[in-house]
C-alpha cells in the first residue's frame, strides 16, 4: 500500500472508531436506571473515549498531526493502523446498532460513504460534550437492558429478532469491551513519546497550545514531556518550589555518589557531594564555570520537581538545601501517597535477598519492573534527557503495610542527570560497582559526549540482572575468578570483555529463564546496535518496537 493510501486508511478507521464509541457513550449516559457499580463503569468508559479523541487529535490532525510530514515514517504509520485495526474490531458489533440508530454514524461514517474515506477532513465535530450520565429513574426500554437479565428484557415480540445485539449492553459485555478499549488506549498512549520524537519543534506547551486543544495536552499525558523538553531549553530563570535558603550556590561538579537516607518526616534525602572548582591560569574561567553549574543546578532541581508531579516515576520533590560545610547539595524527596515511612528496597537489595521480607519476584512481576523502568526512561530521553547514573541500586520499592510495591518501581539517584544537548563535564571514578553498568566508551576518563545510547547500554545490564536475578557485579566477578583459576590475573576485565560477558550470559541464558524476545532486547541495548540515528525520531520508534515490545511478558 502507498503512503498516502496508507495514511487514509488510518484516518478512515480512527474515524469510525470515534463514531462508534461515541455512539455507546451516549447511549450508556442515556439509561436512567444504573446501579452503583453500572454507573461507574460508564464513567470509565467515556472516560476512555475521551483519551481517544484526545490521541486521534494529537496524532492525526493538521498542525504538526503526522500527515503533514512528507517524510512518514512507516514503522510509526503501521503501529498506528495496527491499534486502529484493533479498535475497530472491538467495536465491530457495535457497528451495526449504531447503523440503524445513530444518526451521526449513518451521516458520517468512512465506511458507509466511500467520499468520507478519501479525505483527510473531519466531517464531524469533535468537540460535542458528552451527555451526564442519568440520575437513577426506572422504567425505560434502555434501562431494563442495562440492568435486567438479557431474557427478562427481550420478552416483548418486537425485539426478539435483535435481541442479541442489545446484550452487547448487557454489564458483562460492556465490561470486556471496556478492557479491549483501555488496552488499545494504553498502546495508543504509549506512543506518545514517540510522537515527540518526530515532532522536535514540540517543546514549550504554550507554542503547542496555540494548535492543539488544551484539554488534549493534559489528557494525552502530552504535558509532563512537553515540560521535561522545556527544561532543556533554558538553563535561566527557572524558579524552584523550595530554594536553598543560606549562601547561594557555589558547586562546580557533582563527582561523588549520593547517599539516601529517610528522616522522620517520610522524608528521602539524597547527598550530592561536590568539589573545588579547580584553578585555572585566569580569573574568570572558574566564575564562569561556576555560574553554568549553578544554573545546572537550578535545572536539575525543576527536573525533579516536573517529573515527580507527572509521575514519570520518580518521587515527589520537596527541594533541596546547599550544605557548603560539608561540600554537598542535600535534595530532599516525599515517599509516594499511601506508602509506608519505611525505609524503601533497592532492585540491588531484592536481587541479592538482603531483606528476608522481600521474596524472590514472581515471572510476571520481573516483566512488570521490566517495562515500567524502559518506558520511564523512553520518557526522559523523549524530553531530552539523560540519566546517567542508572543501575539496579538506583531503582526504588517502597512498602504499603509491609507490603514491597513492585508494580511501581521509581527512578532515584539523578545526581548525574542532565540535557542530550549539554556539554559533559568528563569526570570519572573507578568504582566496579558502577563501572558494570557504564559503556565502554564512559568507563575511565571519558572521551565521548553521553549520550541516550549510553543510558540504554545501562538499561542492558539492569534488564540483564532481573532477567537471569543476579547482580551484574556478581556475573562480573565470577568471571574474574574463572580467568584467575586458570591462571589469569584475576583483575580489572576490559570494558570490552565486561560487554562481551554480558552479552554471552543474555544470548546463553535468557531465553530459557525469560524467552528470546527479552533476550534480543537486553542484547539490542548492550550492543547499540540500532538502525536509526539516536538524533533521529525513527530511533524512538525503532527502540519501541525492539526493546519496549521485545520485553513484553506476551512474547514467550
Not at 217 to 237: C, F, Y
Not at 248 to 270: A, I, Q
Not at 275 to 282: D, L, M
Given at each position: 500500500m502507498d503512503p498516502v493510501s496508507f495514511g487514509l486508511t488510518i484516518f478512515a478507521t480512527f474515524k469510525e472508531v470515534y463514531l462508534i464509541s461515541r455512539f455507546v457513550c451516549k447511549t450508556i449516559s442515556s439509561v436512567n436506571n444504573y446501579k452503583s457499580e453500572q454507573r461507574d463503569l460508564g464513567t470509565e468508559f467515556c472516560q476512555e473515549f475521551l483519551l481517544f479523541r484526545s490521541l486521534g487529535r494529537l496524532f492525526l490532525l493538521q498542525n504538526?498531526?503526522?500527515?503533514?510530514?512528507?517524510?512518514?515514517?512507516?514503522?510509526?504509520?503501521?503501529?498506528?493502523?495496527?491499534?486502529?485495526?484493533?479498535?475497530?474490531?472491538?467495536?465491530?458489533?457495535?457497528?451495526?446498532?449504531?447503523?440503524?440508530?445513530?444518526?451521526?454514524?449513518?451521516?458520517?461514517?468512512?465506511?458507509?460513504?466511500?467520499?468520507?474515506?478519501?479525505?483527510?477532513?473531519?466531517?464531524?465535530?469533535?468537540?460535542?460534550?458528552?451527555?451526564e450520565l442519568s440520575t437513577p429513574n426506572r422504567g425505560t426500554f434502555l434501562s431494563r437492558l442495562l440492568v435486567e437479565p438479557v431474557k427478562n428484557a427481550f420478552k416483548a415480540p418486537l425485539f426478539s429478532k435483535q435481541s442479541w445485539k442489545w446484550a452487547l449492553f448487557q454489564r458483562a459485555e460492556l465490561q470486556k469491551t471496556l478492557q479491549k478499549f483501555h488496552k488499545w488506549n494504553k498502546k495508543l498512549n504509549s506512543l506518545v513519546p514517540i510522537f515527540l520524537a518526530f515532532r522536535?519543534?514540540?517543546?514549550?506547551?504554550?507554542?503547542?497550545?496555540?494548535?492543539?486543544?488544551?484539554?488534549?495536552?493534559?489528557?494525552?499525558?502530552?504535558?509532563?514531556?512537553?515540560?521535561?523538553?522545556?527544561?532543556?531549553?533554558?538553563?535561566?530563570?527557572?524558579?524552584?518550589?523550595?530554594?536553598?535558603?543560606?549562601?547561594?550556590?557555589?558547586?562546580?561538579?557533582?563527582?561523588?555518589?549520593?547517599?539516601?537516607?529517610?528522616?522522620?518526616?517520610?522524608?528521602?534525602?539524597?547527598?550530592?557531594?561536590?568539589?573545588?572548582?579547580?584553578?585555572?591560569?585566569?580569573?574568570?574561567?572558574?566564575?564562569?564555570?561556576?555560574?553554568?553549574?549553578?544554573?545546572?543546578?537550578?535545572?536539575?532541581?525543576?527536573?525533579?520537581?516536573?517529573?515527580?508531579?507527572?509521575?514519570?516515576?520518580?518521587?515527589?520533590?520537596?527541594?533541596?538545601?546547599?550544605?557548603?560545610?560539608?561540600?554537598?547539595?542535600?535534595?530532599?524527596?516525599?515517599?509516594?501517597?499511601?506508602?509506608?515511612?519505611?525505609?524503601?528496597?533497592?532492585?540491588?537489595?531484592?536481587?541479592?535477598g538482603k531483606d528476608p521480607n522481600c521474596k524472590r519476584l514472581a515471572l510476571s512481576a520481573r516483566f512488570q519492573v521490566a517495562q515500567v523502568i524502559t518506558m520511564a526512561l523512553a520518557a526522559f530521553h523523549a524530553g531530552r534527557w539523560v540519566h546517567k547514573g542508572l543501575r539496579s541500586e538506583s531503582i526504588k520499592f517502597f512498602k504499603k503495610d509491609s507490603v514491597v510495591q513492585y508494580d511501581n518501581p521509581y527512578l532515584a539517584d539523578f545526581e548525574y542527570s542532565r540535557p542530550e544537548s549539554d556539554e559533559t563535564l568528563f569526570t570519572y571514578d573507578d568504582d566496579i560497582e558502577k563501572n558494570v553498568y557504564r559503556h565502554p566508551d564512559r568507563q575511565g576518563p571519558p572521551s565521548v559526549q553521553f549520550t541516550k545510547i549510553h543510558d540504554i547500554y545501562a538499561l542492558g545490564v539492569v534488564l540483564l540482572e532481573i532477567g537471569m536475578w543476579r547482580t551484574a557485579s556478581t556475573i562480573y566477578h565470577e568471571y574474574c575468578k574463572v580467568v584467575k583459576q586458570r591462571g589469569g590475573s584475576g583483575g580489572i576485565v576490559d570494558p570490552k570483555i565486561c560487554r562481551e560477558i554480558f552479552m554471552d550470559k543474555a544470548d546463553g541464558n535468557l531465553p530459557h529463564s525469560m524467552g528470546r524476545a527479552y533476550a534480543d532486547a537486553v542484547s539490542t541495548c548492550l550492543a547499540g546496535r540500532f538502525d536509526n540515528g539516536i538524533s533521529d525520531g525513527a530511533f524512538a520508534m525503532e527502540f519501541h518496537d525492539r526493546v519496549v515490545e521485545g520485553i513484553n511478558i506476551k512474547k514467550i
Open positions: 504538526n498531526g503526522v500527515f503533514d510530514d512528507d517524510n512518514l515514517n512507516e514503522d510509526w504509520l503501521t503501529q498506528l493502523k495496527m491499534i486502529f485495526d484493533k479498535l475497530k474490531v472491538v467495536f465491530l458489533e457495535y457497528s451495526k446498532i449504531a447503523a440503524g440508530l445513530d444518526e451521526d454514524y449513518r451521516a458520517y461514517s468512512p465506511f458507509l460513504h466511500d467520499a468520507y474515506f478519501k479525505t483527510k477532513c473531519i466531517e464531524f465535530s469533535l468537540d460535542d460534550p458528552l451527555p522536535p519543534q514540540l517543546s514549550i506547551p504554550e507554542r503547542f497550545s496555540k494548535v492543539k486543544k488544551e484539554d488534549d495536552i493534559v489528557v494525552a499525558g502530552l504535558e509532563p514531556h512537553l515540560r521535561l523538553r522545556q527544561l532543556t531549553s533554558s538553563k535561566q530563570n527557572l524558579a524552584i518550589e523550595a530554594p536553598p535558603t543560606g549562601t547561594s550556590l557555589t558547586v562546580t561538579s557533582l563527582l561523588e555518589p549520593s547517599n539516601s537516607r529517610v528522616t522522620n518526616e517520610k522524608t528521602l534525602v539524597e547527598y550530592k557531594y561536590y568539589s573545588p572548582v579547580e584553578r585555572s591560569s585566569t580569573f574568570d574561567e572558574p566564575i564562569l564555570q561556576q555560574a553554568r553549574n549553578e544554573a545546572s543546578i537550578h535545572q536539575l532541581a525543576k527536573l525533579l520537581s516536573s517529573s515527580g508531579k507527572y509521575n514519570l516515576h520518580t518521587l515527589p520533590f520537596k527541594g533541596y538545601l546547599n550544605e557548603m560545610e560539608e561540600g554537598r547539595y542535600k535534595f530532599m524527596f516525599a515517599h509516594p501517597e499511601g506508602t509506608s515511612p519505611n525505609d524503601p528496597v533497592s532492585l540491588r537489595d531484592v536481587v541479592q
